[in-house]
Structure formats: C-alpha cells, structure tokens
C-alpha cells in the first residue's frame, strides 16, 4: 500500500532554501550535497505527514525483534 503525498507551496519553499542554504562552488560533488540536504529534508517532511518515526542509521537494538521482517537467502545443501 502508498501513502499518497503531496508537497505543498511551503514544502517546495523550504526545498528550495535548502539548496540554496548549502555553500557549493559549482562542482558536482557539492551539487550532489546540496541534492542529499534536499532529499533529507523531504523524507523527513514525508515521514512526519505520514507517520513515520524511524530513526536514522542501522539499528543494531531491533536485531532479533520477531516483530521485523527480515530476509535470509535460503541454503542449498549439496547433495
């Protein structure tokens, strides 16, 4: 299931600042910064409206949580 989600005015204000706001001096790696601040700050905002309060980084506490769905490949037994 999505979410829908909309960025309004003010979120695409506050996008915009952001970008600005990241000191660059016109080379690519600084482009590509001020692009990871903008997307950092619409995830946050995305995750805010829809609910989502994950924190950031590996959570190495959730490990062994029966409640997480993790994936493990299957072996194969030679046979």
């Given at each position: 299931?999505k979410t829908?989600?909309?960025f309004?005015?003010a979120?695409?204000?506050?996008?915009?600042r952001t970008?600005?706001?990241?000191?660059r001096?016109d080379s690519?790696?600084e482009?590509?910064?001020?692009?990871a601040?903008?997307i950092?700050?619409?995830?946050?905002?995305?995750g805010?409206?829809?609910?989502?309060?994950?924190?950031a980084?590996?959570?190495?506490?959730?490990s062994?949580?029966a409640?997480?769905?993790d994936w493990?490949q299957p072996?194969?037994?030679?046979s």
């Open positions: 299931m829908p989600y909309r309004t005015s979120d695409i204000a506050e996008i915009a970008m600005r706001k990241v000191k001096n690519p790696a482009e590509r910064r001020a692009i601040y903008a950092a700050l619409m995830e946050r905002q995305v805010a409206a829809i609910g989502i309060n994950d924190k980084g590996m959570q190495w506490s959730a062994g949580d409640t997480q769905e493990t072996t194969r037994q030679a």
